[in-house]
C-alpha cells in the first residue's frame, strides 16, 4: 500500500471518478484549493453556510473541515457539517490551521474530534498544540501564527497518541511528512521548503487527503499517498519555478501532468522504521 | 450585432469607458473575478455588506449576483441590491452557481427572478435545474456539485423557455455556448475544456456579460460577445499554457492584450439556425 | 533614512526576522497579501473573527486593517483589533479602500482614526475623501468605485492635514507615492501602471508597510521603505510581465528574490521639496 506504484493507482482512480470533495475551509485558500482539486483530478465545492452544509455533505464523497478563518456561523456550519458526515460515514480531513494560536479556535477543534476525522492534517506546532488541547495540558498559548515552529519529529509522540486515542490518522507535514495510525507510521520525503512560502499549499495537502480518501478506503494509505502527490508535484514544480509566484502556478500545472512516471522517479514513500 | 467585428468594438467601448461594475459574488473566485475585469478594462468593486450595496448599485453600471458560497447575511444584500437595480434599470447578471445542488440557493435563485435579471449565464446543469424550479417540476437534487453534468444543447430549451417566461437573455456556457432571448438564438464556439479546469472561469463570463452589459444596449449581443470574449481570450490563452495554472495567467494577459485582429482571426460567433 | 541602503537594510531585517504581521483585510485580497507577506520574509496571518482578534493581535508585530469588503461583523472585529492594537503600542495600518465610495465605510474609517492607526495609506482619492470625512466637509459622494480618479498630488495637501492632526504617517500611492507626516514628506517613484491593473497590489503595499512598522521604528521611513519595497518589485517584474496575470506572478517572484543590489539600481527615493 505504502509504494509508488499505489500512489499511481490511487491518482489514476481520483482521475477516473471525479469525486465531489466538499471544502468548508478558510478564506484565504478558496480559490487555489479549489484550483488545486481541478488539477488533480477531483471536482470541488466550497458551500459553507448553515443552511447548506448538511445537504451538500450528504453528496459528497469526502469533506474537508479547515479552520484558518473560523468563525461563529463556519463554526455552526462545521459542526452540522461533521456530524453529518460521521452519520453518512463520509471521510473527512480536519485542518487545524492556528490550533494553539487562538483559545477559540483550539477549543473548537478539539470539539470536532467528537466526530471521528478520519485524518487530521496539520504542521507541526498544529499537532503538538491539538494533542495538548485535546489532553488538557496546555495552560499557556504558543507565541506565534499559523507557520509552524517545530520540526516533524517533535510532533511525532503527540500525533501517535492523538492517533490512538481519536482512532484517526494523523498526518504531520513538514521536510519530511509522518503520517500514522499510532501503530504504523510511514514517512514521505518529497517537497521543497518553498512551497512553505506559498499560501495555501498545507490546506491543499488536506484537500488532497481528502480526495484520496473519497477512492482509497485504507486511510493510512490515503493519507500518505496523498502526501506524495503535493510532494512530488512540488519537487517536479521547483524546476521550472523561480520563486513562491511561479511555484504557484507550477504546481498546478504539474499536478495536473503528473503520471505514472514521474510518481515512480520522485516519490520517497516508506515505512518508518519505528513505526 | 452578432460578428466578431461587433465584439472588437463592445471591447473597445468597455476600455474608452472603464465602466464600474459591482460584483456580489461568492468568495472562491473574488480575487480572479476582479483580475478579469480589469485585465478586461473595467472597473470591478466586490462591495457585499447589507449596509452598502444599496448605495453603491446605483453608482454601477453593472451589477453581478453569483450564488456560489450564498448565505444568509449575503442573500439580504443581494436582494437589496437587485431591488435597487431593477428600480434604476441598472443591468444585472444572475450566475446561479450550483442551483439544483441545494435547496436554498435554488429557492433564492427563483426568487431573485421576480427582479428581472438582464442576463442569467449557468452551466448547462444549472440552467436546467433553475428552468425546474422555478416551474416547480423538482422533485429531488440533482447528485452533483457545481460542475455541469450535462451539454449545453439539453438546456437550450429550458433556456428559451425561461427567457421567454423571465424576458430575460438565458447564457448556457460549454463546448458551444447558446445565448438565447427565446427568439433568436446565437452560438459561440469559442473556448476550450481546460478552462473548466480554472475555477471561476465560468464565474467570470458573468462578470464579462456585466462589462459588456454596462456599454451596450442590445442585451444579447451584449452577452454573446462577452463569451466570445472569454472563449477567445481561451483559445488563445491555451497556446501558452502548459496546464491550468499557466493557463489562469495566461487568460488575464491575453485579456488585457486581445485586439480586433485576434478577435476577427478566431471569433466563432453565428445565429444557431433553429434560432 | 530615506535612501536605497536603507530600504535594503529594512528587507534585511524582515527576512531575519519573520514578524508576525496579523492582517483583517478583505476578501477579494486575502490569498494575494498572504503571499506577497511570505514572498517579502514575514509570517502572515489573516485571522478575524471578533472571537479571535484581541488575543491575536498581542502575538502581532503589526496589524492591518483594510475596509474592502468591510461588514458589521468585520467591523466589530476590526474595533477590538485597533483598540488592542493601540493598547499595547503595536503599529497598525489603515487602508480606507473605498472610502468615498460608501457612507457606511467612509463613518467606520472616521471612528478608526480614534485609535491611532500609525499609518493609512491608500490612493489619492480615498485619503481627500477620508480627509473630508474626518473634517464632515462631506455633503455628497464621489461618483465611483475603488479605483483612484485623483492624482497623488492633489491629495497632497488633505494627507499633511491628516498626518498632522492625526499625528499619524499618510502614504498615497500613484505615479508618485508621497509619504509624509505634515512636516516631512518623502518621494518614492517607483512602480509602473499596469500595477493598478492587478486587484491588491495597493493592499498588498499596506501589508509591506504594515512589515516594514514591525521592524523600523521610525514609521515615516518604514511607510517609505514599504512603497520603495514594492514599486521596486513591480518595475522589475515588468521587465518579465506579458500582462497583469503575469506581472501579478512576477511580482511574487521578485520580491522573494530582491536584493541590495536591485536596490541601488532601482529605487527612487528622496525627501520633497516641499517637505
Same mark, same amino acid.
Given at each position: 500500500?505504502?509504494? #509508488?506504484?499505489?500512489?499511481?493507482?490511487?491518482?489514476?482512480?481520483?482521475?477516473?471518478?471525479? #469525486?465531489?470533495? *466538499?471544502?468548508?475551509?478558510?478564506? =484565504?485558500?478558496?480559490?487555489?484549493?479549489?484550483?488545486?482539486?481541478?488539477?488533480?483530478?477531483?471536482?470541488? @465545492?466550497?458551500?459553507?453556510? !448553515?443552511?447548506?452544509?448538511?445537504?451538500?455533505?450528504?453528496? +459528497? !464523497?469526502?469533506? =474537508?473541515?479547515n479552520?484558518g478563518?473560523?468563525?461563529? #456561523?463556519?463554526?455552526?456550519?462545521?459542526?452540522?457539517?461533521? !456530524?453529518?458526515?460521521?452519520?453518512?460515514?463520509? #471521510?473527512? =480531513?480536519?485542518?487545524?490551521?492556528?490550533?494553539?494560536?487562538?483559545?477559540?479556535r483550539?477549543?473548537?477543534a478539539?470539539?470536532?474530534?467528537?466526530?471521528?476525522?478520519?485524518?487530521?492534517?496539520?504542521? +507541526?506546532? %498544529?499537532?503538538?498544540? &491539538?494533542?495538548?488541547?485535546?489532553?488538557?495540558?496546555?495552560? *499557556?498559548?504558543?507565541?506565534?501564527?499559523?507557520?509552524?515552529?517545530?520540526?516533524?519529529?517533535?510532533?511525532?509522540? +503527540?500525533?501517535?497518541?492523538?492517533?490512538?486515542?481519536?482512532?484517526?490518522?494523523?498526518?504531520?507535514?513538514?521536510?519530511?511528512?509522518?503520517?500514522?495510525?499510532? *501503530?504504523?507510521?510511514?514517512?514521505?520525503?518529497?517537497? *521543497?521548503?518553498?512551497?512553505?512560502?506559498?499560501?495555501? =499549499?498545507?490546506?491543499?495537502?488536506? /484537500?488532497?487527503? /481528502? @480526495?484520496?480518501l473519497?477512492? %482509497?478506503?485504507? /486511510?493510512?494509505?490515503?493519507?500518505?499517498?496523498?502526501?506524495?502527490?503535493?510532494?512530488?508535484?512540488?519537487?517536479?514544480?521547483?524546476?521550472?519555478?523561480?520563486?513562491?509566484?511561479? &511555484?504557484?502556478?507550477?504546481?498546478?500545472?504539474?499536478?495536473?501532468?503528473?503520471?505514472? %512516471?514521474?510518481?515512480?522517479?520522485?516519490?520517497?514513500?516508506?515505512?518508518? !522504521? %519505528?513505526?
Open positions: 500500500m505504502f509504494t #509508488p506504484i499505489h500512489v499511481a493507482q490511487t491518482l489514476l482512480k481520483i482521475r477516473q471518478n471525479n #469525486p465531489l470533495i *466538499h471544502n468548508i475551509t478558510n478564506m =484565504v485558500v478558496m480559490q487555489f484549493t479549489a484550483n488545486i482539486l481541478l488539477s488533480l483530478g477531483a471536482s470541488p @465545492a466550497m458551500i459553507n453556510a !448553515k443552511e447548506e452544509v448538511q445537504e451538500f455533505v450528504q453528496k +459528497a !464523497k469526502a469533506l =474537508v473541515i479552520l478563518t473560523i468563525s461563529a #456561523p463556519q463554526a455552526q456550519a462545521i459542526l452540522l457539517a461533521v !456530524k453529518t458526515a460521521s452519520e453518512h460515514q463520509i #471521510p473527512w =480531513v480536519m485542518d487545524p490551521v492556528g490550533v494553539g494560536a487562538c483559545t477559540y483550539s477549543q473548537i478539539v470539539e470536532l474530534l467528537n466526530y471521528h476525522p478520519t485524518t487530521i492534517r496539520g504542521n +507541526a506546532s %498544529e499537532i503538538i498544540a &491539538l494533542y495538548h488541547y485535546y489532553t488538557k495540558q496546555v495552560t *499557556h498559548h504558543t507565541g506565534h501564527g499559523v507557520d509552524s515552529k517545530d520540526q516533524p519529529e517533535h510532533a511525532l509522540d +503527540a500525533a501517535k497518541k492523538l492517533a490512538l486515542s481519536c482512532q484517526t490518522i494523523v498526518s504531520i507535514s513538514g521536510q519530511t511528512d509522518y503520517i500514522t495510525n499510532g *501503530h504504523q507510521t510511514i514517512q514521505v520525503k518529497n517537497g *521543497h521548503v518553498m512551497m512553505t512560502k506559498v499560501t495555501g =499549499v498545507g490546506c491543499s495537502a488536506s /484537500a488532497i487527503t /481528502a @480526495a484520496c473519497a477512492i %482509497e478506503p485504507d /486511510a493510512l494509505a490515503a493519507s500518505a499517498h496523498a502526501m506524495v502527490l503535493i510532494g512530488t508535484a512540488g519537487d517536479i514544480a521547483m524546476k521550472q519555478a523561480k520563486g513562491p509566484g511561479s &511555484l504557484q502556478i507550477a504546481l498546478l500545472d504539474t499536478l495536473y501532468l503528473l503520471n505514472e %512516471e514521474q510518481l515512480l522517479h520522485y516519490a520517497k514513500i516508506q515505512l518508518a !522504521k %519505528e513505526g
